[in-house]
């Protein structure tokens, strides 16, 4: 099934109440939101002509969704509401930005000094920081304690030769219909992994530090 006069399935988008089937009152609320939506699309068009102030209009198209809530900006503290105000609105001071207010600035980028010091280079285009590990340098620290944990885990728990194997069968009592269970139910050990809990030479691969480690059965 689709939707009248579209080939989009139902329930895919906005449904808007057809024009002939709203009252006066409906058709007078429809009408100002059809205006002040042209005059939003205006000034969209107006301002994204401009070079500096231009920069929130694209905003949406080049960057995920942010959480602006009264909550979420709690959490960042002033310096970093502060920063992602500027950069949504295309204030900070970059190489390219400072060129324009001083001649003897070329606005090339200080790592590359290829490319535009632009605030869209700086934080996510240049070769030179994607090199230096600056756009990753976050997410390795938490994957560099995340691969310590757990290798400190193999090595000193599971592949411990010491440590105890205790494998318990688990059984689940069969009950006929019409019949009574005996006693409450025991309770059965899950927590075992069955014939791997045996093993003791288990072996951890991270992709940690440029050490690109795969599974010889995933890479062949």
């Known amino acids: 099934m689709v939707q009248p006069g579209k080939r989009a399935g139902i329930g ?12 006066t009152e ?13 005059l939003n699309k205006e000034r969209v068009v107006e301002y994204g002509s401009l070079e500096l102030q231009s920069g929130w209009a694209r905003w949406r198209e080049d960057v995920l969704a942010l959480d602006l809530s009264w909550n979420s900006l709690f959490k ?15 204030t900070l ?3 390219s930005l400072a060129a324009k207010w001083d001649e003897a600035k070329d606005g ?21 920081a994607l090199e230096q590990g600056r756009y990753t340098w976050r997410h390795d620290k938490v ?21 105890s194997v205790n494998l318990q069968s688990s059984t689940i009592g069969f009950v006929s219909a ?39 059965e995933v890479t062949t």
């Open 12 to 23: 895919f988008g906005e449904w808007k109440k057809p024009w002939k089937k709203m009252n």
């Open 26 to 38: 409906e058709r007078k609320k429809a009408a100002i939101e059809r205006v002040q939506e042209n």
């Open 76 to 90: 960042m503290g002033d310096y970093m509401v502060g920063f992602i105000l500027r950069a949504v609105y295309g």
């Open 93 to 95: 001071v970059t190489p």
């Open 108 to 128: 090339m980028c200080r790592l590359c000094r290829t490319e535009r010091g632009t605030l869209q280079h700086i934080l996510s285009g240049c070769k030179v």
């Open 143 to 163: 994957l560099n304690q995340i691969q310590s944990q757990v290798a400190y885990h193999l090595d000193k728990r599971v592949n411990n030769p010491k440590r």
């Open 178 to 216: 019409g019949a009574k269970v005996k006693g409450p139910p025991k309770c059965q050990n899950r927590s075992g992994m069955g014939i791997l809990t045996e093993a003791r030479d288990w072996v951890l691969l991270a992709d940690v530090n440029g050490k690109l480690k795969f599974p010889s």
